[in-house]
């Protein structure tokens, strides 16, 4: 299943991106001049509470509060029915009003293809990507497993439905990655699908699951308490970060998967839409505002804390980068056998 695509499958284009810079010294409400929001803005995340969407949101909003970067309120509401079709369809429903904002998963192609729901991405207007989330396969902390080879050995050597994987969504990114371990190990994993990030870590550090494959930010409080032990990183080369997690390991220390001989490899984005049907003028307003957040010291602690692959992209780019990424999507999904009928 190894690709050099651009976009999910060893993101080479997403690498090549250079975060926007912006000064500390320049922040300062996002419009100084040119459209401004005129009543508060609802900053929809279409996924539950707990999971790296969530956190993330919420941790914008904290810091445009904080910061005063907006003179009106920005009020955070999860939508996540419909494996997040329930929020996509909202934002879709509200074209032209520039007072509504969505932060995306790759849920923005999975949904759609999986449940057939009258909803593409086109139908939004792209604002900016925020960075890309990392995938690491997780134990419990108490199982016999040091690396991803022992693990995925011991899954070979069992039986079909022997070992539970635990993830968000039903036929979304975490189980488009099970299938492709299911193909690899040669067996089925028993795929138990949770509603967000936090449930599936806290099932993990229960013990009623075998292995997740959560994001960094989803599972590092337990991993840092000692309840969770990570393998490996799906992606095509180690985290950047150097500083210790726990006592032994930080981000960087964990290999990937490619070097356990698992030839599997996903990031997926976090993101910025809007409705369709809106100004020039008031997407840069939003692409002026996510400039200041990261610009914050606040938000490079984020981005480290979380383990983020910290691209950057906006207009005829950004677009692009998630019309490839939606054909990747396609092949992975029909490979699968995950496409609606």
Same mark, same amino acid.
């Given at each position: 299943?190894?690709?050099?695509?651009?976009?999910?499958? %060893?993101?080479?284009?997403?690498?090549?991106?250079?975060?926007?810079?912006?000064?500390?010294?320049?922040?300062?409400?996002?419009?100084?001049?040119g459209w401004e929001p005129t009543k508060p803005v609802e900053f929809v995340i279409p996924a539950g509470t707990g999971g790296?969407?969530?956190?993330?949101?919420?941790?914008?909003?904290?810091?445009?509060?904080?910061? $005063?970067?907006? !003179?009106?309120?920005?009020?955070?509401? $999860?939508?996540?029915?419909?494996?997040?079709?329930?929020?996509?369809?909202?934002?879709?429903?509200?074209?032209?009003? /520039?007072?509504?904002?969505?932060?995306?998963?790759?849920?923005?192609?999975?949904?759609?293809?999986?449940?057939?729901?009258?909803?593409?991405? !086109?139908?939004?207007?792209?604002?900016?990507?925020?960075?890309?989330?990392?995938?690491?396969?997780?134990?419990?902390?108490? &199982? /016999?497993? !040091? $690396?991803?080879?022992?693990?995925?050995?011991?899954?070979?050597?069992?039986?079909?439905?022997?070992?539970?994987?635990?993830?968000?969504?039903?036929?979304?990114?975490?189980?488009?990655?099970?299938?492709?371990l299911d193909k690899f190990t040669g067996k089925k994993f028993t795929y138990v699908p949770f509603k967000g990030g936090g449930?599936?870590?806290?099932?993990?550090?229960?013990?009623?699951?075998? =292995?997740?494959?959560?994001?960094?930010?989803?599972?590092?409080?337990?991993?840092?308490?000692?309840?969770?032990? /990570?393998?490996?990183?799906?992606?095509?080369? #180690?985290?950047?970060?150097?500083?210790?997690?726990?006592?032994?390991? =930080?981000?960087?220390?964990?290999?990937? %998967?490619?070097? =356990?001989?698992?030839?599997?490899?996903?990031?997926?984005? #976090?993101?910025?839409?809007?409705?369709?049907?809106?100004?020039?003028?008031?997407?840069?307003?939003?692409? $002026?505002?996510?400039?200041?957040? #990261? &610009?914050?010291?606040?938000?490079?602690?984020?981005?480290?804390?979380?383990?983020?692959?910290?691209?950057?992209?906006?207009?005829k780019e950004y677009a692009g980068w998630v019309s490839k990424a939606e054909d990747t999507h396609k092949t992975l999904m029909?490979? &699968?056998?995950?496409?609606?009928?």
């Open positions: 299943m190894q690709t050099n695509t651009p976009g999910i499958l %060893c993101s080479t284009l997403a690498r090549t991106c250079v975060a926007a810079a912006a000064t500390l010294g320049l922040l300062a409400p996002a419009a100084a001049a790296g969407a969530d956190q993330m949101a919420r941790f914008i909003q904290g810091m445009v509060t904080k910061h $005063n970067l907006m !003179k009106q309120p920005m009020v955070v509401v $999860n939508k996540s029915g419909g494996a997040g079709g329930e929020g996509f369809l909202y934002v879709k429903e509200h074209k032209g009003d /520039p007072h509504k904002i969505i932060i995306t998963l790759s849920n923005l192609f999975t949904t759609p293809l999986a449940t057939g729901i009258p909803f593409n991405w !086109k139908e939004l207007t792209p604002v900016s990507m925020l960075a890309l989330d990392e995938f690491v396969l997780w134990v419990n902390a108490e &199982a /016999p497993y !040091k $690396n991803a080879k022992e693990y995925l050995d011991a899954v070979k050597a069992g039986g079909d439905n022997q070992f539970k994987m635990a993830g968000t969504g039903s036929k979304q990114e975490d189980q488009i990655i099970t299938a492709a449930d599936v870590a806290v099932q993990l550090v229960g013990g009623h699951v075998n =292995s997740s494959v959560n994001n960094p930010i989803e599972a590092v409080a337990h991993w840092r308490a000692g309840k969770l032990r /990570p393998l490996c990183v799906f992606d095509n080369k #180690r985290m950047p970060y150097k500083e210790k997690v726990t006592d032994t390991m =930080s981000w960087g220390d964990i290999p990937t %998967c490619m070097e =356990s001989g698992v030839k599997v490899d996903y990031l997926m984005l #976090r993101g910025i839409f809007m409705p369709g049907g809106v100004s020039q003028d008031q997407v840069n307003y939003y692409i $002026n505002l996510f400039k200041q957040v #990261r &610009a914050l010291p606040e938000w490079k602690e984020f981005m480290e804390k979380g383990a983020f692959n910290q691209s950057f992209m906006t207009g029909k490979d &699968a056998g995950f496409l609606a009928k």
